[in-house]
């Protein structure tokens, strides 16, 4: 079940982190690769496809539907 906003991605444990949280993809900034220092968590393949839907909706990216 997600939770919020569309634009939100429910991450917890499952995905390796300490506590219950959530990937906002309205609030995207931009890191500089050194700044990323230590692996935190991973997403399955569900929650990568829910992260995709957010940063399509977040973005207003149209995607064109195949027949």
Request: charged share 25%; proline share 3%; with cysteine.
């Amino acid at each position: 079940m997600r939770h919020g906003l569309s634009t939100q991605v429910p991450v917890g444990i499952d995905e390796g982190l300490k506590h219950e949280s959530s990937i906002h993809c309205d609030e995207l900034i931009s890191l500089p690769k050194s700044k990323l220092t230590r692996f935190v968590g991973a997403l399955d393949g569900e929650k990568l496809r829910a992260l995709d839907e957010a940063l399509i909706g977040a973005l207003g990216i149209r995607v064109a539907l195949s027949a």
